[in-house]
Every structure is written in structure tokens, then in C-alpha cells.
């Protein structure tokens, strides 16, 4: 079956900081992959996401390539800021029937302090 | 559009009771699911629902049982609650199967004693 491995937390960085959150994963085909955040006391919201090989999700300065020859997804972060403290998670979905199930890792707790 | 909500926010159940979870959206979305997160564990998947009158089991389904008889609704009911069910948990959904974003739930977190 599916399964996401991502780094364990948590991580503590100074605000400026380089981030990266390792994620690698096991999956049939050729998965969707996704990062995803929760900020203390939320639900869920999609950070970025990747749909096939080589493609690179970006969104508020953090990206994430999927390499397909590692079976990666690292969420990466030129420089943290204090409001990005939280849990990222990172996910995959698989391709056709089951596109809309999601399998998600363990989470990493990121504080960034300043 | 108020998106996906959840009631109540908190509760505390004693050993053997039994309580619903609400879950509602206002996004027209045909998928819906029920996850619970533990401590350190990530998510699993409880329940889901591919539209009005059919749902499915996760991962996690037993001590859980499921409805869906409106596509803006679909509660999570728990019978017989045991302290193994102390967890948050969260409601989503998704426009349809070619959709990528879930949208979440502000979620709902139970304790069992």
C-alpha cells in the first residue's frame, strides 16, 4: 500500500533560517504528492502541491520538487519566519479511482523562533 | 462561504456513551471525509463519502459509524465511546475525484474517560 515518511520533529529554528522538511514516500504508479499545514488550533490547509515527475510546487516561498528517481518531496525554505511556526504534513493521493484518498505522514512540528 | 465546519469544537464523554460529530459544507463538494489525528501518528482516514447515500470505510472505521443524506452533511456518530477514541478529529472535502485541495475542518477534540 501507499505510505509517506517524513522527517521527525520537531525542528527548531532562528527566524532567516534555511528549512528543509525531508518526506519520501511508497506508492503504486504515479502518485499526486502534497504538503500540507496546520497552525495552532486549525484544520488542515493545502501549503503546495505536485503532480508528476520533476514538477516543483511553490507557494508563500516554500517549494517542494518530486523526484520520482528518489521518491522525494522535501519541503524547502530559503529563510523562516516566526509566523511560519506549525505542523507540516506531507501527503500523496493516488491516480485514477483513487485519486481523493489521501495518505499522510506523521507530521513535523516547526518552531521558528525570533 | 463559511467552507467546512465542524461542531462541537471540545467534549468530554465518559466510558460507554455515545455522541455525534457534526460536519457540514457549503461548497457543493460531492467527496467528504472523516479523519482522526493522534498524537505524533499523522492522520488516518475513519470514514468517506463519495456523495449523498454512499460512504465508505478507512482505515480506522470500527467504534465509528457514518451517514450521508444531504451532500452538505455528513456526521460522525460514536457509540459506545472507549478512552481509545480520545483523538482530534477532522472533517474535509473535495469537489470531486479530479480535484487536488482538501479543505478542512477547524476540528473537533474528544476526550474519553
Given at each position: 500500500g501507499n505510505s509517506v515518511t517524513q522527517m521527525e520533529g520537531p525542528v527548531t529554528l532562528s527566524e532567516e533560517a534555511f528549512l528543509t522538511i525531508n518526506c519520501t514516500y511508497t506508492a503504486t504508479g504515479y502518485p499526486?504528492?502534497?504538503w500540507y499545514v496546520q497552525y495552532p488550533g486549525e484544520g488542515l490547509q493545502l501549503l503546495l502541491k505536485a503532480t508528476k515527475a520533476d514538477d516543483k510546487g511553490s507557494n508563500k516561498?516554500?517549494?517542494?520538487t518530486y523526484?520520482?528517481?528518489t521518491t522525494s518531496f522535501h519541503l524547502e525554505k530559503g529563510s523562516v519566519q516566526v509566523s511560519d511556526s506549525a505542523v507540516y504534513f506531507c501527503a500523496l493521493s493516488g491516480r485514477g479511482g483513487s485519486n481523493y484518498k489521501l495518505t499522510f505522514?506523521?507530521?513535523t512540528l516547526l518552531t521558528v523562533n525570533p | 462561504n463559511a467552507?467546512?465546519?465542524?461542531t462541537p469544537k471540545f467534549r468530554i464523554l465518559k466510558i460507554g456513551q455515545s455522541m455525534t460529530l457534526q460536519c457540514t459544507q457549503d461548497m457543493n463538494?460531492?467527496?467528504m471525509y472523516w479523519y482522526r489525528q493522534d498524537p505524533g501518528m499523522g492522520l488516518k482516514l475513519i470514514y468517506y463519502s463519495v456523495g449523498a447515500g454512499i460512504t465508505d470505510k478507512g482505515e480506522?472505521?470500527?467504534g465509528y459509524n457514518v451517514s450521508r443524506s444531504t451532500t452538505e452533511d455528513f456526521p460522525l456518530r460514536l457509540e459506545l465511546?472507549?478512552?481509545s477514541q480520545t483523538s482530534v478529529y477532522f472533517c474535509a472535502s473535495i469537489l470531486s475525484a479530479d480535484s487536488y485541495e482538501q479543505y478542512f475542518g477547524p476540528g473537533t477534540r474528544l476526550t474519553v474517560t
Open positions: 499526486s504528492l502534497f516561498g516554500f517549494e517542494a523526484r520520482k528517481e505522514g506523521k507530521g | 467552507g467546512v465546519t465542524q463538494h460531492n467527496y480506522v472505521p470500527n465511546a472507549a478512552p
